[in-house]
């Protein structure tokens, strides 16, 4: 089992920044990709950025050089995932959730969510 605890989000005028932290613990040399996403209220739950155990990245395209990726292997007792946030929209609110992917066995884990409020 992986547990994830997210922290850092927060209210947050627009043009602010933010970085969000995911701090996976338990059976975390199970743990291969990592990633973010995001849910508006009345909307569906969205891949903000993704990052490979080998630190490739992938960022949806209304984040592209604003959000930035990051993990931190290097414990053997926890993992860390960060998303830097840069130039925040109001269109940018929404509860953030970190997922950690397993390959053996498959599993996804998902923390339970940090708030993100963009707003003047």
């Known amino acids: 089992q992986v547990q994830l605890v997210e922290s850092g989000g927060g209210l947050v005028q627009p043009g602010g920044s933010l970085r969000l932290s995911c701090v996976a613990s338990?059976?975390?040399?199970?743990?291969?990709?990592m990633s973010w996403y995001r849910q508006a209220p009345g909307k569906e739950r969205e891949l903000v950025a993704f990052?490979?155990?080998?630190?490739?990245?992938?960022?949806?395209d209304s984040v592209k050089g604003r959000f930035t990726i990051s993990r931190d292997n290097a414990t053997y007792t926890k993992y860390l995932l960060y998303l830097q946030m840069n130039g925040l929209k109001p269109e940018d609110t929404a509860v953030y959730y970190c997922?950690?992917?397993?390959?053996?066995?498959?599993?996804?884990?998902w923390g339970q969510g940090t708030q993100v409020t963009v707003s003047s």
């Open positions: 997922k950690a992917v397993s390959l053996r066995p498959p599993q996804a884990y």
């Open positions: 990052i490979t155990r080998g630190g490739t990245t992938t960022y949806a």
């Open positions: 338990g059976s975390i040399f199970s743990i291969n990709d």
